[in-house]
């Protein structure tokens, strides 16, 4: 164990004292901080052909709100879920989609997930020297550990070929999920005293079952639990390049750095709780507002708890209903409207109707209460997070698993934006910071 002392509170002030930074002064110079407007509208700092997310239409110069809309290269997160009615796992031609900008016909399927398929492989004791080697909680600093060794067992890690960038994503997207499951078994076993199971993949299946085979005890699952497990990695996968992880790999790609270095920067940012976070805090405030909440029947008692944690009297005293709004997004989050349904049959089959109809009471009374008691400047509805926690938690996935989830998810819309980045641009980002700093005169240690 690494012993630590913390600095004194004089330290900490001197740091506060020196960092702190007038909000005023960013309306002066007119600084977007977070590369946002007061309207919450990002700073527009790069173009890209991967996706779009539309929250708002322009009507005769006015810009209106409306239901989102989610497009992977064109083609609606809402067709591409009900091409897949007949019951088939479509997280891999997604997958295809963001990488190579078309949808692909059976043979091109077949291929790519046989490439897929080939690559769900460590090298020779990588689980036993790396994985699970000082294990942790945090999955995802284990995960980042393991893709940045992965750097070490590649010949051509520095080799920014396409080809040579295309194998690297490919075999990242593939060993994603072994990381992020053997490193919770390492975990649940060395700081847990639990079981550890170390299952291999199934080189038939997709990476939905492929994630259930490896993480349960007895390797089983039902085809609805994979199905909407699929769903979710499909909805999750990308969402616009400007989203923090992915521009953080635009940025860490711009500047001439590998495939390793690119992930696992995304992966640091990914695991922030205002980021892949979220669905934690969500299942957190759910835990608590279970524990005061009586009838998950009455909108009365839960609007009224409700209307506690707006106002900082309950749970975290952070007056934010969590799962509610989007940075984008206004009247409705479409990932959250696909999924719903999903939700709500998986619900059914696990016997978890009540806890449903608690979500679905706070997902009517919420957006209500923030828009009487917040001044907004678009409409508040749920996001994908809201519901994500609640179908992890029915496939009983432990929650330090939920973040990296959203990983297995997100390497897909990463690789497309490296690809993207490489292709397009030779220019690295180097954005603009206004220096505050003033001449300041030298005086000599022994005088100070």
Sequence with gaps: MISITDYTDEQVKLCVKNDQIDKKLYQEYGVKRGLRDEQGQGVLTGLTNISQITAFKNVNGEKIPCDGELLYRGYNVRD?????????????????????????????????????????????????????????????NSMTRSILTLACYDDRQDDLSLSNVLRQCIMLISNFSMMAVYGYHAYNHYDNNGSMYIHRPDSNLSIAENFLRMLRPDKSFTELEARVLDIALLLHMEHGGGNNSTFTTRVV???????????????????GRKHGGANLQVMKMMDDIKSHVSDFGDEEEIASYLDKILNKQAYDRQGLIYGMGHAVYSLSDPREQVFRKFVEELAHDKGKDKDLMLYENIEKIAPMLIAKERKIYKGVSPNVDFYSGFVYEMLGIPRELYT?????????????????????????????YKSLVTDREYVPRDLR
């Design 253 to 271: 790609t711009s500047s001439g750095s590998d495939t390793y270095s690119a992930i696992a920067a995304a992966m640091s940012s990914l695991k």
């Design 80 to 140: 591409l879920v009900n091409g897949a009615a007949d019951k088939r796992f479509i997280f891999e031609e997604g997958v295809y989609l963001l990488l190579f900008g078309d949808l692909p016909d059976n043979e091109q399927l077949a291929k790519f997930r046989e490439a897929l398929n080939n690559s769900m492989d460590f090298p020779t004791n990588f689980t036993r020297d790396v994985i699970m080697k000082a294990p942790r909680v945090d999955i995802m």
């Design 404 to 432: 990296p989830l959203f990983a297995i998810a997100r390497i897909a819309g990463w690789s497309a934006h490296r690809m993207e980045e490489l292709v397009t641009t030779d220019k690295i980002i180097r954005p603009a």
